[in-house]
């Protein structure tokens, strides 16, 4: 009887295989293909096939179940069905995970690309494999915190630095330029991390004397880590009058913090979207928050990768924005489409 | 239940047939052959020279935590701190070789010393002090981890000033081909002497026959005149000891030092040991299983993501697999 | 004739190497106490592990209240009215006496999810009070004595409303006023119609109060008798059948001057007070005493498992210091535990693995490395030497019979050069024709020089096999018998010489 529960097993298991491969189909190009279950019509024609190229652009991200990235490949896929190419969307579970970027980027290049699109979790680690795109002659684009190599010659990506500035601008306005303010940042060794770190504390301490910032906590943009990171800020300073949170997980912290501990006169600014931070914008829990393009960022990076498989130009940074939203422009026209739930 | 008997006497001559050491062996090497066998089909791109390099390369860092942990888990114990142990011999390397400038060789022999040395402390606590391993080894896993932290400033160490270090995982004494083509990266041959290594410990030594005597039976071998507690001190020592020549595969792998890195490493280490077919009871466990074990892992990763399943799919057939493997076990065991 | 509540006929059952029941019956009216005896290993526990559904049986037949009932399992047993009150008790320490009673079918209410311990606590003090119990229901198991740890697991067994009842050697491990209060409520019991079987080694026991007597001996019956009709020495004749020792003392190798092991004044806590004897070259020493008079504890003692508080052991004249293990064993001194399978061998290792693991140093060099080939020579020259069966040295250790498990152990310490072998219960669930070879072998090694402790629950055994009999009662030696002078009165009288 039990043999015949492990056979089951298996067989659900291969069954599980091949939705996979489905679901594959089904997510980058969803009006291309009529079978979806057809294994055949999920595997990528291989390059040397002879007809009508088929191009494939792989993105190599630094996570993959965030909003946050599942908005930058809604960005990718809209670029992809547009351009009439396939793509595929990949990243480690945590971005402390380098290897397991490097093991994907990989798979990545043993599939022969047309181009790749790359978010390095550290730029030193990646580098012999982008040695090796390069002499396999694939054009490697960087986004969101981009790449740092001569290799890669254009990046698609938020200006951190002065986004985080623009935060704490807003954030100094609302507290009265003065008094105490804390943030948690997601990690100290990535990009992000730093550039909003440092704009965010820069700027308080260039423009605004009267501010003091509390030290920095961390808390691995993980919700559960950055509420007990912000409990520990607010209990260890309990006249804070602003507290940020450097990103999605970390903004979820900081929000947790402040209803657990009941600190309603806490003002909140955050960065990036998701459906929390949405919500307690519009619910006027929190101030406000700058959210990047993600959506743009993933669409750019497409095009940008296409165009230098086509041999055109790209220039070396391009900046996919960001704005200030608060409750009063959340609804705007030129706002609204960059905030991804 | 009828049925169930007459079932049950087809396995029995079964066995007689094959020998139930060798079945075990047979049934991850299948396995493995199936996976390459099923990904060969489903993706042109999976049985290529660079390809089938990546995952041994990959099969690395997690084979030698597997071998390591191997040891500690054949005698009933578990060890969650290996990851973070790894990460940090990684980072005395990155202290040792460019913080302090002193040659490479220093810097691999301070890993390897740090390695076995926090291998050393999880066993004291766990045979001397009678701590749980699971408790004893958390602790020795966060100290560690906030260790790694503390010590490279929370920043990733880089090995700039000392290219030749990252030629020990990625550079290549093996090439073969016009021009050196082709070309196998020393990680992998440093898995395989490891594996060697483990094999001869395990299987050759006094440390492996006590290893699994623990395993089967501890009381006993305490009242066979065996001072367990010194050799399963030891036996924590030597998982250690993998997990500081671990951190230094890992570390000349990335160029670096990561801090922030190594939890999560263990699972999959003890999902390679489980998988080629040692129980976590202890008593009981073959090298050779583990080896397959690790590379039905990393085969299945990169296969996956080869033939282009979503990723969130792949999480859930490595699970699948995981819990067959074992359940299959289980079933020849009966 | 009167209706007779439970009848097994031809009950057969085998495990791997052993046939341990071959076409037993037995029947049971109800108020009656029928008692099973048989020596150890003769079948009984086997016989009612299968009536309680713990082990299912290859052949026969059992028809309870005039119905042929196949029981698959104990909780099934239990449903129908059968219990067992195991010789060693089966109850949670941290759980409650009401928790431990109703354990697996705790009461519930309405949604299922909550457990009503109010009801369980209720139920179990209406029990008590009929059985005249004065237990609080709420007592933690681990906090009250043995005895009345045995009255739960009565009073849980009465829970089923059950028609029989057995009960496994149930006053091992009780003192004589807790025996009487046990008699009372067996008394009890049979007043309300209620059938009971009795397995027990104690005559006197028997005598007093069962109704009839069925013998069973190497896994089969003998007879049935009516238990005023008949001498207890004739149930005994029964019981053992066919000389199957060879006298073993009959020549004496005892050097009388040469004393290999002598302990002063050993003491730990309450399970070893003040304990000194000597030990001589050649000698089988008979450590004798009811269970848990202590006499575990000072072989564990001496040989390290277990640390005592004072007291000196000296080896050959020298005084020596023992705190694990590995001292006993560098001293020449071995131990073969009562229960092999947890502390004496590794069950999932080979033969060889288990003989060479107290001597494996011998057998490694300088790097570590051990020399397989000359440890499967050795392992072969013991498995020669002590017949012991086995396919190979390479066979398993779980896979040999109790016997020659044994020998195994015994193995492990003779490649080790111990002069001073502790047997604790060496005939311990072994079958009667490889007990007699241990006992042949504990002669010859006692010929060849070896000096022994042999700890043993079987008077008969003791007093065939020792030279000198050491006799324990609650952790004090309370007397030193020659074998000339030594019966089983005499030990017994010993054996309960308690403390005023």
Not at chain 1, 94 to 100: L, Y
Not at chain 2, 201 to 219: P, V
Not at chain 3, 69 to 84: D, L, N, Y
């Amino acid at each position: 009887m039990k043999k015949s529960l492990v056979l089951g097993l298996a067989l659900s298991l291969v069954m599980g295989l091949s939705t996979g491969c489905g679901q594959k189909a089904a997510a980058p190009a969803p009006e291309s293909s009529k079978e979806p279950a057809k294994t055949e019509a999920a595997a990528p024609a291989p390059a040397e096939t002879t007809g009508p190229e088929k191009i494939y652009i792989p993105l190599v991200s630094k996570g993959f179940q965030h909003q946050y990235w599942q908005a930058v490949k809604l960005g990718a896929e809209k670029a992809a069905s547009e351009l009439g190419i396939e793509i595929s969307f990949e990243g480690p579970e945590t971005e402390a995970m380098v290897d397991k970027q490097l093991d994907m980027l990989q798979a990545a290049l043993a599939k022969k690309p047309q181009a790749l699109c790359l978010a390095a979790l550290d730029s030193k680690a990646a580098t012999p494999y982008l040695e090796k795109a390069e002499a396999a002659g694939i054009p490697v684009i960087g986004f969101d915190s981009g790449v740092d190599s001569p290799i890669v010659k254009t990046t698609c990506a938020t200006d951190n630095y002065a986004a985080a500035s623009e935060v704490a601008r807003h954030l100094a306005e609302l507290i009265g330029k003065e008094g105490k303010v804390g943030l948690i940042v997601h990690d100290q060794t990535s990009k992000t991390g730093i550039d909003r770190r440092d704009g965010f504390v820069e700027t308080m301490q260039k423009e605004f004397p009267n501010i003091e910032v509390v030290p920095v906590q961390y808390g691995e943009g993980d919700h559960a880590k950055s509420t007990e990171a912000a409990k520990a800020i607010l209990t260890a300073n309990p006249d804070i009058k602003g507290m940020f949170g450097a990103n999605e997980g970390s903004m979820a912290g900081v929000m947790n913090a402040a209803k657990e501990l009941n600190k309603t006169d806490l003002v909140m600014v955050g960065f990036d979207s998701g459906k929390l931070l949405l919500d307690a914008i519009k619910a006027g829990t929190v101030a406000g928050a700058v959210s990047q393009d993600p959506v743009g960022m993933g669409y750019a990076a497409v095009q940008a990768a296409y165009k230098a498989y086509k041999g055109e130009t790209n220039p070396e940074f391009i900046d996919t924005g960001f704005k200030w939203y608060d409750k009063t422009n959340m609804d705007a026209e030129d706002i609204k489409p960059i905030l991804y739930e | 239940m009828q049925n169930e008997v007459s079932k049950n006497q087809s396995g029995i001559s079964l066995k007689n047939f094959i020998n139930p050491a060798r079945a075990q062996k047979f049934l991850a090497f299948g396995a493995l052959i199936l996976l390459l066998i099923f990904f060969s089909f489903a993706s042109p791109y999976f049985m290529t020279f660079d390809n089938v390099v990546s995952i041994m390369l990959s099969t690395c860092v997690n084979g030698i935590l597997a071998l390591g942990i191997i040891f500690v888990i054949i005698t009933g114990g578990i060890d969650l701190s290996i990851g973070t142990v790894m990460t940090f011999s990684s980072v005395m390397a990155g202290v040792t070789i460019t913080t302090m400038g002193l040659p490479v060789w220093v810097g691999i022999i301070v890993a390897i010393i740090t390695g076995t040395f926090c291998g050393f402390i999880s066993g004291t606590l766990v045979s001397r002090l009678k701590l749980q391993p699971f408790i004893a080894t958390l602790g020795v896993m966060m100290v560690t981890k906030g260790l790694s932290l503390v010590l490279s400033g929370t920043k990733p160490i880089y090995f700039s000033d000392t290219p030749s270090f990252r030629k020990i995982t990625v550079g290549s004494f093996i090439k073969f081909g016009a021009e050196g083509k082709y070309s196998i990266p020393n990680g992998i041959l440093i898995f395989a002497v490891m594996a060697v290594i483990a094999a001869i410990i395990l299987n050759k030594t006094k440390l492996g026959r006590y290893n699994f005597a623990i395993g089967s039976n501890e009381e006993a071998t305490r009242l066979s005149g065996v001072n367990v507690e010194k050799w399963k001190t030891a036996i924590f020592a030597l998982c250690g000891a993998f997990a500081g020549v671990a951190g230094v595969v890992m570390a000349a792998r990335l160029d670096s030092a990561q801090p922030a890195l190594g939890q999560g490493y263990e699972l999959d280490a003890i999902a390679s040991v489980v998988i080629g077919g040692t129980s976590m009871s202890g008593g009981e466990g073959t090298i050779l299983g583990t080896v397959i074990g690790a590379f039905i892992i990393s085969t299945l990763t990169n296969g996956l993501k080869v033939m282009g399943v979503a990723q969130e799919w792949q999480i859930v057939i490595t699970g699948g697999v995981l819990v067959l493997a074992v359940l299959l076990d289980k079933m020849r065991k009966r | 004739m009167e209706e007779r509540l439970l009848v097994m006929e031809g009950i057969d059952k085998s495990f791997p190497g052993v046939h341990a029941l071959d076409h037993c019956r037995f029947d049971l009216k109800a108020g009656e106490v029928h008692a099973l005896v048989g020596e150890n290993g003769a079948g009984k526990s086997t016989l009612m592990k299968i009536l309680t559904g713990v082990y299912t049986k290859d052949e026969g037949k059992i028809i309870y209240k005039g119905k042929e009932i196949h029981v698959s399992g104990t909780k099934e047993a239990q449903e129908m009215g059968i219990c067992i009150v195991h010789q060693e008790l089966n109850l949670m320490p941290h759980l409650t006496v009401a928790q431990n009673m109703f354990i697996g079918r705790e009461f519930t209410g309405k949604n299922k999810a909550f457990v009503n311990d109010v009801e369980a606590n209720r139920r179990a003090q209406v029990l008590f009070d009929k059985m005249n119990l004065k237990l609080d229901p709420k007592t933690k198991v681990g906090k009250i004595t043995v005895a009345m740890q045995q009255m739960v697991e009565i009073a849980k067994a009465l829970s089923f409303d059950s028609s029989v009842l057995v009960m496994d050697e149930p006053t091992t491990a009780l003192t004589e006023s807790e025996t009487e209060e046990l008699f009372k409520m067996i008394k009890l019991l049979k007043e309300k119609g209620v059938g009971i079987v009795y397995i027990s080694h104690r005559m006197e026991e028997i005598k007093r109060i069962t109704d009839r007597i069925t013998v069973m001996r190497d896994g089969m019956y003998v007879d049935t008798v009516n238990t005023a009709e008949v001498e207890m020495s004739q149930v005994i004749n029964m019981m053992v059948g066919r000389t199957i020792f060879e006298t073993a003392n009959e020549e004496n190798y005892t050097d009388k001057e040469n004393v290999v092991l002598e302990v002063k004044n050993l003491n730990r806590g309450k399970a070893i007070k003040n304990v000194s004897f000597k030990l001589h070259k050649g000698e089988i020493l008979g450590l004798s005493g009811l269970m848990g008079a202590g006499r575990t504890e000072v072989a564990r003692a001496i040989f390290g498992a277990d640390k005592f508080e004072s007291g000196e052991i000296y080896v050959k004249g020298q005084k020596v210091k023992i705190t694990k293990p590995l001292d006993a064993v560098n001293h020449g001194i071995g131990y073969l535990s009562e229960d092999r399978k947890r502390y004496g061998l590794t069950l999932s290792e080979t033969v060889e693995q288990n003989i060479s693991l107290a001597s494996i140093d011998r057998y490694t060099n300088k790097l570590g490395f051990t020399n397989m080939s000359t440890i499967t020579e050795m392992s072969q020259e013991y498995v020669n030497k002590l017949s012991i069966k086995t396919p190979s040295t390479k066979q398993k250790a779980k896979n040999l019979s109790g016997g020659n498990q044994q020998k195994v152990v015994i193995a492990k310490w003779l490649l080790r050069d111990c002069d001073i072998l502790i047997f604790d219960e060496p005939t311990k669930g072994i079958d009667v024709g490889a007990k007699s070879e241990i006992y042949k072998l504990l002669s010859q090694l006692a010929k060849e020089g070896k000096a022994i402790i042999m700890i043993s629950s079987e008077l008969p055994e003791i007093l065939r096999m020792s030279n000198r009999i050491v006799v324990m009662c609650e952790g004090r030696i309370t007397g030193e018998l020659d074998i000339k002078d030594a019966t089983q009165e005499e030990i017994m009288k010993y054996a309960t010489k308690r403390e005023a």
